[in-house]
Every structure is written in C-alpha cells, then in structure tokens.
DNA sequence: GCGATAGATCGACGGATGTCAATACGTTAG
DNA sequence: CTAACGTATTGACATCCGTCGATCTATCGC
C-alpha cells in the first residue's frame, strides 16, 4: 500500500478519467482540485501566480478588483486544493503553484 | 473579429492559464468547465460515459448510486457546460464526451 | 514601544448547488 | 388505445459558496 495517506491530495494513483470509469476516492479527489478552478476570481489568481512564477497578495488586490479578505479567502481555497503554496517572508506571503498538483489535474483530462 | 461569439463556449481563443494572466472572458468559460467537473458525482459519471465512449441515463443510475433525477440533472449540467452532448435514440438517450470542450480544458492547464 | 502595513479571521448576507419524491412528457410494445 | 418504460421537470429542503465590512494578528521601520 506503500504511502497511501487518505488526506493527502498528493499520493493518489495517477490516471486518467478518460480510460476507465474512476473511483470514488479519486473522484472526490480530482473534485476538489477542479472545484478549486470552478470560480473566474480564483482562476484569474491563479493564472496571475503561475504567469508570474509567483506573487504576493498585496500585488493581486488592486489587479482582481475584489477586496482583499476576498483575495485572502481565495488564496486559501487554492492552498487547500494544493494548487498553490505559500511562503512567508517577512509581512508578504509568496504564493507559488504546485506543479505536481496541477499535472495531476491535467493527466486526468488526458487520455 | 472572426466568429466571435459571446455566448459558445467553443470559440475561444485556446490558450494556457499558466503563461499570462487570463482575461474575465476567458477565465468565466474555463470556470463553466471547470465546475461541470468539479463534482464527484459528476466527475464519475463523465468518466463512465468517456470510459465506455458513449453511454445512456439508464445505463448509469444505478451504478452512480443517485436517484433518477439527480442523475439527469447532473447530465444537464454536463451538457450546459459543453462536455458532453446527448442523442436521443427513441426513448434513450446516449451521451457521449465532447473531445474539443475537453481539449480546451487540458490545454488551460498545460504550458 | 508605536504606528503602519500585509495578511488572516469572523460574522453576516444573498445566491447557487446537490439531493430526492412526485409528477409530467415522449416513445415503444402489446 | 393503453400500459410500460426512459427521461425530464418541478418543488422543496439543507447545505455550501462568494462577497464584504469589521476586526484581529504579525511583522517591519522608526
């Protein structure tokens, strides 16, 4: 069973929707990571993030034009999905997207 | 301006979230997708149909393990979203994936 | 320590969503 | 025509979700 942990997004067999029909366990587990994608505000987060190899949130307030407990809300949804992660440094959080995640996103739409 | 289209969910300009920040537009249509998947329920039942390269309602209600209805309206929800598409064959209807929707899709998350 | 700044948390609100029982609709079999 | 069957729709309910103002926490510069 080598290092199956129920609560981590990480470690799931990685396969396609596309081939046979998925579990139950994968599917909650690809779920959350689309419902992640499910809202433009975050996807415009997360495309600013990725483009820009990363960012703080102070420099994606003014450019999302939704308020910053908003952009704090959302950042968290995204972190909890596994999308993105973030590192403290000093008074700014450095968010950076977590490309194993988002392969996993990717190889389920792939056949 | 081409066949701009404001209401299709096919004609956009097919391009990565992760090279440069997505405008509204673009980020409102990927959400569509997006969420159409974020389900479990949901996820499972494209899976069946794509796995089996077509399938109709009757063939998935009891396998999902949901009521008639649920099943339909997540089919309806699929549908809208433009993943997939539903023949109707005297009184069946067969679904079946909409591989450019799904293209779209996997090329958002691809750099 | 103090004020300023970046970010998180809380509470509330309206709207969307997943689910099912009941029912309606359309089609095929007899 | 009538009965049975596959599917869609409706209505109701509980829950979740996006949003913001207000507030709290943590860190930096002075």
Redesign the pocket.
């Known amino acids: 069973m080598a290092t199956r942990s129920a609560s981590l997004p990480m470690d799931l067999e990685c396969c396609s929707v596309l081939v046979e029909p998925i579990a139950e366990d994968h599917a909650a587990e690809l779920a959350k990571g689309f ?1 992640a994608l ?5 996807l415009r987060l997360f495309s600013m993030i990725a483009a820009a190899g990363g960012a ?6 003014e450019p999302i ?13 995204l ?1 909890d999905a596994g999308l993105i992660t ?1 590192e ?7 968010w950076s997207v977590v490309p194993e995640r988002l392969e996993q996103l990717r190889a389920a739409l792939t056949s």
Do not use: E, M
């Not at 703080?56 to 307030?61: G, I, K, Q």
């Not at 403290?88 to 450095?94: D, E, H, L, S, T």
């Open positions: 419902a499910a809202d433009p505000v975050r703080c949130s102070c420099d994606l307030v034009g939704k308020s910053q407990p908003t952009v704090s809300h959302h950042t968290k949804v972190a973030g403290k440094a000093g008074r700014w959080v450095n």
